[in-house]
């Protein structure tokens, strides 16, 4: 069974210490990662598109990279404005089905 | 214009009642999404238009009934919900079906 878990649920960071958040993924194929962005009562926000195991992609102070059965989102220097929920989100090939994590929250603390 | 507008932004309807939500976006994107999404989970797919049809429907129930009157816009059309039905519902767009999605802010909604 197609099955995307994150971890960790929530993160506390201080401003400025680096971490990583993870997205462990299982399906047949995969079409497509994918990493979003959701304030709270917020709709959520196109961070980036990996396809294939080695790919990276960077954005200001996110970094996000893909294996064969993970990915990471690094998040380096972290500020106060980054405080959100992280999903990620995979297209599984042969299926009609694009499948979100649970999320991790991330509060980055003044 | 990367911006995908939803109204209303909220809406309080009691069991009885018929109401709609609607979705516009204006980038020409070919595939266009309902979700449901409950406080602290991720959001679960509801329908996809690809190219203005009806192309995946996740067995959602039928008091929940999606239009898509144009390439732009999209409809949710609500009758008889149930409380439990109360939660933020999302509209979203890509360029093709399941490619990277944007999403609109949502419209929340409470059922009495």
């Known amino acids: 069974e197609d099955q995307v878990t994150q971890s960790p649920e929530a993160l506390r960071l201080q401003e400025g210490e680096s971490s990583s958040l993870n997205c462990s993924y299982t399906?047949?194929?995969?079409?497509?990662l994918f990493w979003y962005r959701q304030d709270p009562g917020k709709g959520p926000e196109f961070l980036f598109t990996?396809?294939?195991a080695g790919e990276e992609k960077e954005k200001e102070r996110l970094k996000a990279t893909l294996t064969k059965k993970e990915s990471f989102l690094h998040i380096t220097a972290p500020k106060p404005e980054d405080s959100a929920t992280y999903l990620c989100a995979v297209h599984a090939s042969g299926t009609y089905k694009y499948i979100f994590g649970t999320g991790t929250r991330l509060k980055v603390l003044a | 214009d990367t911006e995908v507008t939803q109204t209303p932004k909220h809406l309080v309807m009691g069991m009885t009642n018929k109401k709609s939500l609607k979705c516009e976006q204006h980038?020409?994107?070919?595939?266009m999404y309902w979700y449901k999404q409950k406080a602290k989970k991720p959001p679960e797919l509801m329908f996809v238009?690809?190219?203005?049809?009806?192309?995946i429907n996740e067995s959602v129930p039928s008091r929940f009934s999606p239009e898509c009157p144009n390439s732009s816009l999209l409809n949710l059309h609500l009758h008889a919900l149930q409380p439990e039905d109360s939660a933020l519902y999302l509209c979203a767009s890509s360029q093709e079906t399941l490619y990277e999605q944007y999403f609109g802010p949502g419209t929340r909604l409470t059922v009495t």
């Open positions: 238009y690809s190219y203005e049809k009806l192309s």
């Open positions: 990996l396809y294939s």
């Open positions: 980038m020409g994107h070919r595939a």
């Open positions: 399906v047949s194929g995969l079409r497509g």
